[in-house]
T-cell receptor
Framework: GAVVSQHPSWVICKSGTSVKIECRSLDFQATTMFWYRQFPKQSLMLMATSNEGSKATYEQGVEKDKFLINHASLTLSTLTVTSAHPEDSSFYIC??????????????FGPGTRLTVL | GENVEQHPSTLSVQEGDSAVIKCTYSDSASNYFPWYKQELGKRPQLIIDIRSNVGEKKDQRIAVTLNKTAKHFSLHITETQPEDSAVYFCAARPGGNEKLTFGTGTRLTIIP
């Protein structure tokens, strides 16, 4: 149980275009989803926290107008990187947390999406 | 906010020997401390976690210890095997907060 999927697993786009990444909890309802960014050989940096039906809470320094997060249902959250630039190239990972799971503290991570902006 | 430091950044260990990775945290209200293993290009996998009301937890070859007074916790891997080679991250979660703050990671290499 507790499977989180992401789509796409990798994407290459041109500078200036927008890219949407989906995060789905497949077998549980995710009350909270988190979006992280990980640059090569670096740690996971939290970008934002989203709760179903409400606006995402962004971490300091993360541009909310550039990284649009939508958590429309208890099983789906999307991250849209708008007007992407080469410096946005990174590994984007989502995680999901269920308030009703036995291990209520645990976050379940998706497999990540590697974004390359040319 | 919470700040988590992790040492060492790289660690090479002979197969069969033990490996220890240490983390310190700054927020005394933190009450949940998971450890993740991440292989190249893959998702972080939870390998063990500990809550602040427990001082030590063990799961086969893996153990975690927590010293709340000193605000540090450690990961111990015994009888290391080549498949233990990966990057390991510690994390801390402040009380009443859902966010995890991650350490900087340790690249563990097991030498056959």
């Amino acid at each position: 149980g507790a499977v989180v999927s992401q789509h796409p697993s990798w994407v290459i786009c041109k500078s200036g275009t927008s890219v949407k990444i989906e995060c789905r909890s497949l077998d549980f309802q995710a009350t909270t989803m988190f979006w992280y960014r990980q640059f090569p050989k670096q740690s996971l940096m939290l970008m934002a926290t989203s709760n179903e039906g409400s606006k995402a809470t962004y971490e300091q320094g993360v541009e909310k107008d550039k990284f649009l997060i939508n958590h429309a249902s208890l099983t789906l959250s999307t991250l849209t990187v708008t007007s992407a630039h080469p410096e946005d190239s990174s590994f984007y990972i989502c995680s999901a947390k269920s308030g009703t799971s036995v291990s209520y503290n645990e976050q379940f991570f998706g497999p990540g999406t590697r974004l390359t902006v040319l | 906010g919470e700040n988590v430091e992790q040492h060492p950044s790289t660690l090479s260990v002979q197969e069969g020997d033990s490996a220890v990775i240490k983390c310190t945290y700054s927020d005394s209200a933190s009450n949940y401390f998971p450890w993740y293993k991440q292989e190249l290009g893959k998702r972080p996998q939870l390998i063990i976690d500990i809550r602040s009301n427990v001082g030590e937890k063990k799961d086969q070859r893996i153990a975690v210890t927590l010293n709340k007074t000193a605000k540090h916790f450690s990961l111990h891997i015994t009888e290391t095997q080549p498949e233990d080679s990966a990057v390991y991250f510690c994390a801390a979660r402040p009380g009443g907060n859902e966010k995890l703050t991650f350490g900087t990671g340790t690249r563990l290499t097991i030498i056959p």
